[in-house]
């Protein structure tokens, strides 16, 4: 089995590409060792003690490596991990953990959302879906809708986009440009 590796905008992540599926559909991000046991794969990453989130997409893992911890001396060790948890096929999720895909709750919606924005809510979920999310996970992300109201659109960065040094300029230049052309309602991008 092969890993490719890419770099991302965030210097501190690294996108492992192990040549299968990693997750059947939608993301799941760790950022803690806390939340990264409802995963064996992630757990193993995290007890490497040199990293701060993971990330599963579709078919790539990223993952955050500590301040001051050297990609020459960690990417090795995760190497190694993928490759033993992919061999052994073993289960992206323990049994009886809420693994899967990472969907937003009512509760994680930022802000009370009105009846009447629903259309508007609706085209914004539509480019998300369809122009932003491949472009971010492209990157080693993902992007999670948090809500809109009064023209402004919530948006939460995950996997490399997340703490990127360029993730503002995405969601100010890139995607709060985009949402603003095809749904002029929009007057505004905010991170949640």
């Known amino acids: 089995m092969f890993i490719e590796t890419e770099t991302t905008p965030n210097p501190s992540s690294l996108k492992f590409l192990p040549q299968r599926a990693v997750m059947g559909q939608g993301t799941r991000e760790f950022a803690s060792p806390e939340a990264a046991e409802a995963s064996p794969l992630a757990q193993a990453i995290f007890d490497t ?35 033993d948890h992919f061999v052994s096929e073993a289960p992206l999720f323990a049994p009886g953990t809420a693994g899967g895909i990472s969907v937003p709750a009512e509760d994680d919606i930022m802000v009370e959302e009105s009846a009447e924005d629903a259309d508007i809510i609706a085209q914004i979920n539509e480019l998300l879906e369809t122009r932003v999310r491949p472009a971010v996970a492209g990157d080693g992300g993902d992007i999670q809708y948090r809500g809109y109201k009064e023209g402004v659109v919530y948006l939460q960065m995950q ?25 002029p309602e929009v007057v505004e991008v905010r991170e949640a």
């Open 159 to 183: 996997g490399a986009c997340a703490g990127c040094p360029s993730s503002s300029a995405t969601l100010k230049h890139g995607i709060e440009g985009l949402l603003k052309h095809y749904v």
């Open 49 to 83: 003690g040199e990293v701060t989130n993971v990330f599963f997409g579709s078919d790539f893992v990223t993952v955050t490596a500590a301040p001051g911890v050297s990609w020459s001396d960690l990417k090795p060790i995760v190497l190694s991990v993928l490759l």
